[in-house]
C-alpha cells in the first residue's frame, strides 16, 4: 500500500547494500532521510485527500511533508561527510523539525523524531536495536504531547509499530529486519484506524497521519532494502523566506522601533560538549533584544539582535564552536522590506491600541478581511495561516521576536495550529500563554475580552471563557462525498460546519446556512456576524442575511470582508 517508488533510483554496491541493511552511520542515515522525503512526496495529496471531514484543510500530508523536510534540511546542514555520527545526525534532524513543525501531525513527528535522537545519544551507528528502543521512546513522547490520546490515530500506528521492533529487534538487530517488522505492522494498524475511531469509519477513510508516518517508515525500509531515492534541490528543498507582502508587523515599525534600533541580526549555532544552556540564554538574552536560544546541551540556534555582533560572537566562543554564523544589516534590510510591502500593500493596517501595552496579542488567520477584523479588536500581530496554510513554529516565532512586549498572548484560531502555538511556549525567554481558539470567530471574541488594567494571568483567564461565548459557523464545498453523523453529502455540494463539525449538506447555500443556525441556538444570541470569503458569490452574503433577518428578527446583523481562502462564509454567532 505504501512501497510504490518516487523518481531518482540508483543501485548501490552490494557492500554498501550490506551495510545499510544493518546499521547507518551518520552519512548513509541522511541519504535514508532523503530517501524517506523524496518517497513521501508524490504521496502528499493523497494524505491530504483523508482529511475526516470532506473540507478543503486536510493538509495532513502538507504538514508532515513540511515538517520532514525541514529535519532533513537541518540534518543535512550537520553533515560532516563521511565521519558523520548518527547521533548528531538524528539530532539536527530533531531540531529542525521542532523548527518547522506544522499542525498536529507535525508536532506529533517531531516527537517521534526527537525520541529516535534520544535513544541514539552517544550512537555512532543507527541499528536495528537502537531504533527500537527510539521508538518506544517516540510513542511515549507522542502521547505525552497530546493533551488527550484518541486511539485510531498515528498515536496507535507508532506504538504499535513501536512494539513490533521491539520484539523483531530481540531476534535481529539488523535495520532492515526491525523496519520490516515496523511498516508491515504500522500498515496493518493503519488499516484498522477506522475499527479503533468510529468518526474514521463514518467517513470511509484511514487515519490520515498514521497513513502519513506508515508512508515515511516504507521510505525509510525502502532505502534499507538498497533503493536510494534523490531530492531534487530545486523542489524539495526549497529556501524558506516570508514575503513581505505577508509581514504584518511591517505595517507599523515606526510604532515599535525607532531607526537606530534595528542594528544586527545575529544568527548563529554554537556546538560543545555540556553547553549551560540557561547560562547561554541569560547571556545572550543581556547582550541584545529579541533573543531566541533553542537546542540542547550539545547544540543551540542563536538568534539575537545587537548593536555589537562581534560582542555576542566573542562571549559565544567562550562555550564552544560556532558555525554557519550570518549577521544581517537590518536597517537595510527593513528598507527593502518596507518598499515590498508597500508594494503588495499599498494601504498599511494602522497599528492597534494593544501595540503600546505590555501584553501583545498575536493571532493566526488567512484573509486581508479577517485580519483587519483581528487588528481592529487589538491583536498586535496577525502570523498569516489557517486551514491548509498552518504556520510553522518559526514563523511564528519570527513574528513574536518583531514585538517589544515580553509577554504574549497567542490566539491560534484553528485546532491544527494550536499544537504549533504551545511549542513555542517553551522556546523563547518571552513569557508566552495560548488561548486555545478553535476558530477565528473564538479569537475575535476572546480579543473582545482583553482588559488593558488586568496582567497576564488575569487576561488569559477571562479570554479563555470568553471562547465559550461565541458559536463558529462556517460554509463550503465538500471536496468528496461522505456521510459524517448521519449528514450525507456529495462532491461539490455546499457543506455547513458548526463548532468544526458537520451539520449540513445542500445545493442551495442559504438553506445549508439556516439548518445549521437552526441547531445554534439562536434565539438566545443578540449578534451575528458574516464574514464573506474568497470563493462566495456576489450575491450570496446578501440573500444569507436577508434570510436569516426573515426567520430571526430580533438578531442584530453584520456583514464584513473577511477574504478567507476556500470558506465562502465564516459567521460567529453570540
Not at 542594528?263 to 545572550?284: A, K, M, Q, S
Not at 521576536?401 to 513555542?424: M, Y
Not at 480579543?447 to 477571562?462: G, I, Q, Y
Not at 434570510?547 to 470582508?561: F, K, M, R, S
Request: aromatic share 4%; with cysteine; hydrophobic share 45%.
Amino acid at each position: 500500500m505504501t512501497r510504490e517508488g518516487a523518481r531518482g533510483v540508483e543501485h548501490p554496491a552490494r557492500g554498501e547494500e550490506v551495510d545499510r541493511e544493518r546499521r547507518w552511520s551518520g552519512a548513509t542515515l541522511i541519504g535514508a532521510l532523503e530517501t524517506a522525503v523524496a518517497h513521501f512526496e508524490p504521496h502528499v495529496t493523497a494524505v491530504n485527500a483523508l482529511n475526516v471531514f470532506p473540507v478543503p484543510d486536510g493538509d495532513t500530508g502538507t504538514n508532515m511533508f513540511l515538517t520532514i523536510q525541514a529535519a532533513v534540511r537541518e540534518a543535512q546542514r550537520l553533515n560532516h561527510g563521511s565521519q558523520a555520527r548518527a547521533d548528531e545526525v538524528l539530532a539536527g534532524a530533531a531540531h529542525g523539525a521542532l523548527m518547522g513543525a506544522r499542525g498536529n501531525s507535525g508536532v506529533i513527528l517531531y516527537q517521534i523524531l526527537a525520541g529516535i535522537a534520544e535513544s541514539c545519544q552517544g550512537a555512532a551507528h543507527l541499528d536495528g536495536r537502537v531504533l527500537a528502543a527510539g521508538l518506544r521512546r517516540a510513542a511515549d513522547l507522542a502521547y505525552r504531547a497530546v493533551v488527550n490520546p484518541v486511539e485510531g490515530t498515528m498515536l496507535t500506528v507508532i506504538r504499535a509499530a513501536a512494539e513490533a521492533a521491539e520484539i523483531a529487534a530481540a531476534k535481529d538487530s539488523s535495520l532492515s529486519t526491525v523496519l520490516a517488522a515496523a511498516l508491515d505492522t504500522a500498515e496493518d494498524t493503519v488499516r484498522r484506524t477506522p475499527e479503533l475511531l468510529d468518526i474514521l469509519r463514518q467517513a470511509g477513510v484511514v487515519d490520515a497521519g498514521g497513513q502519513g508516518l506508515a508512508i515515511l517508515l516504507a521510505g525509510l525500509q525502502r532505502f534499507a532494502e538498497g533503493t536510494t531515492l534523490s531530492i531534487p534541490s530545486d523542489e524539495t528543498v526549497p529556501v524558506s523566506t516570508a514575503p513581505a507582502a505577508e509581514m504584518d508587523f511591517l505595517d507599523h515599525l515606526d510604532e515599535l522601533h525607532d531607526a537606530e534600533e534595528f542594528g544586527y541580526c545575529t544568527n548563529f549555532l554554537l556546538t560543545g560538549d555540556n553547553l549551560p544552556v540557561e547560562e547561554v540564554r541569560r547571556r545572550i538574552t543581556e547582550l541584545g533584544t529579541s533573543a531566541v536560544v533553542v537546542g540542547d546541551k550539545t547544540m543551540l540556534k542563536i538568534h539575537v539582535h545587537s548593536e555589537h555582533p562581534g560582542t555576542i560572537l566573542e562571549i559565544a566562543l567562550g562555550y564552544g564552536e560556532l558555525h554557519q554564523v550570518r549577521i544581517d544589516n537590518m536597517t537595510a534590510q527593513t528598507r527593502a522590506l518596507l518598499e515590498d510591502r508597500h508594494a503588495a500593500h499599498p494601504t498599511a493596517v494602522a497599528p492597534s491600541p494593544a501595540d503600546t501595552t505590555d501584553i501583545a496579542l498575536v493571532a493566526v488567520a488567512s484573509g486581508d478581511g479577517l485580519t483587519e477584523a483581528l487588528r481592529g479588536m487589538g491583536a498586535t500581530a496577525v502570523v498569516p495561516g489557517g486551514p491548509t496554510v498552518n504556520p510553522s513554529t518559526e514563523e511564528i516565532l519570527r513574528v513574536i521576536a518583531a514585538l517589544p512586549q515580553r509577554q504574549v498572548i497567542l490566539l491560534p484560531n484553528d485546532s491544527n495550529v494550536i499544537p504549533t502555538a504551545r511549542q513555542v511556549e517553551r522556546l523563547t525567554d518571552r513569557t508566552i500563554r495560548v488561548v486555545p481558539s478553535r476558530s477565528v470567530p473564538q479569537g475575535i471574541s476572546a480579543l473582545a475580552a482583553f482588559n488593558f488594567d488586568s496582567d497576564l494571568e488575569e487576561n488569559v483567564a477571562s479570554m479563555t471563557e470568553a471562547l465559550g461565548m461565541v458559536r463558529s459557523l462556517a460554509l463550503t464545498r465538500a471536496t468528496r462525498s461522505a456521510e459524517i453523523d448521519g449528514v450525507r453529502v456529495e462532491q461539490g455540494q455546499f457543506i455547513g460546519l458548526l463548532d468544526d463539525r458537520l451539520r449540513a449538506g445542500g445545493e442551495d447555500p442559504v438553506e445549508v446556512v439556516l439548518a445549521v443556525l437552526a441547531e445554534a441556538d439562536p434565539d438566545q444570541a443578540e449578534l451575528l456576524t458574516v464574514f464573506v470569503g474568497e470563493p462566495a458569490s456576489p450575491d450570496l452574503a446578501g440573500r444569507v442575511a436577508e434570510a436569516i433577518g426573515d426567520a430571526y428578527p430580533n438578531l442584530t446583523i453584520e456583514v464584513a470582508a473577511g477574504d478567507q481562502p476556500h470558506y465562502d462564509l465564516i459567521i460567529a454567532l453570540e
